[in-house]
């Protein structure tokens, strides 16, 4: 038997669609996963009644698939599902790592990483790495097509949870067709800061980079209160706010001292929507880790 705790992340982290992505100290999924000779699959924890224990429609299927390693697997759920904190890839990143162990595939971190967006494939239709990608390797990473980079990064941040629902299929029907190269140009100047920013552990450089002019405005519609949530983070302190994932999840990056006033602000911003909500008070943090094996 092996168990692997595989963390909530954000994606996209404003300037980074489809491309950035970060590990989140808290909240996780914990996997668990035994041999056998047909997958079961058992689901648990938070929003587990809206989780689909049929192999083909839960996002660990499709890795078990792919690693040929059938098995008695059970979900405890951390992280809400439809929250744009990683849900359904949390789930996928911890079973590819404990399917890989137990079934000894041999697989690296990064080899595990397209493997488990195939599970991310079956929820959203389309295998993106960048949830998957920092819930494997942790801190704060870049997804191309060529592979996934990763880098520690020590930067605290704020997660606010709206109690609504905003699935990514959802809000990837909402993604601009095109940008023009204005916004490219400011977008590639953003991401940049952003990037230099997680490797110089800048909060600063952080919040500056997650501006973004294409995506994230057409997101924000469909999060009541979401302007209000965005100025409330950036009186109390906050030095960037976006998105998470697909949302609903709002995100704010910080410097430490600031976190907790931070945090009251966004949920008083929701609040003040009629919106209950919770407030992780996080940080960039490490990637799936063994708890038994
Ligand atoms: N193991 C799983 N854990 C969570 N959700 C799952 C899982 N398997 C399938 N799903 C389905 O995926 C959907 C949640 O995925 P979705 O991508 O919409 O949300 P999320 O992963 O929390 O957000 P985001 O991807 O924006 O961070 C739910 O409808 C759920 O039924
Ligand atoms: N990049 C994906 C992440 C989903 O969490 C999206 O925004 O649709």
Redesign the pocket.
């Known amino acids: 038997m092996v168990t692997v705790r595989a963390p909530a ?4 982290l404003g300037s980074g ?3 950035f ?1 970060a590990a989140l100290s808290r909240p996780a999924d914990v996997v668990t996963v035994e041999k056998a000779a047909e997958t079961t699959i058992e689901v648990t924890g938070v929003g587990a009644q809206y989780i689909p224990e049929d192999p083909e429609k839960n996002t660990v299927g499709a890795v078990v698939e792919a690693l040929d390693a059938p098995a008695r697997i059970h979900i405890d759920k951390g992280v809400r599902p439809a929250s ?3 849900s ?2 949390a789930s996928a990143a911890g079973a590819a790592v404990a399917l890989n162990r137990l079934y000894d595939r041999g697989r690296s971190r990064e080899e595990l990483v397209p493997i488990a967006a195939e599970g ?1 494939a079956v929820v ?1 239709g ?1 295998a ?1 790495a ?2 998957v990608a920092p819930s494997i390797l942790g801190g704060f990473t870049v997804t191309t097509a060529d592979g996934t980079r990763s880098v520690d990064a020590a930067i605290p941040l704020v997660v606010c949870l709206p109690d609504v629902a905003v699935s ?1 299929r959802d ?2 029907r909402v ?1 601009p067709e095109s940008a023009s190269m204005e916004e490219l140009v400011e977008t590639v100047g953003n991401a940049a800061t952003l990037a230099i920013g997680m490797c110089r552990s800048d909060p600063d450089l952080v919040g500056l980079g997650m501006s973004d002019p294409v ?1 994230t405005p057409e ?1 924000a519609r469909l999060i009541t209160g979401y302007d209000e949530v965005r100025g409330r983070a950036f009186d109390a302190g906050a030095t960037g706010v976006t ?5 609903p999840a709002v995100i704010a990056a910080c410097r430490e001292r600031d976190r907790r006033d931070v945090a009251a602000g966004m949920l008083d911003a929701f609040a003040g929507a009629g919106i209950e909500a919770r407030a992780y008070q996080t940080r960039i943090g490490r990637g799936a880790t063994f708890l038994a094996d």
């Open positions: 992340t954000s994606a996209n669609f489809d491309v992505g744009g904190l990683g359904s890839a991310e959203s389309v993106h960048d949830n990514t809000a990837r993604v995506v997101r998105v998470s994932g697909a949302g």
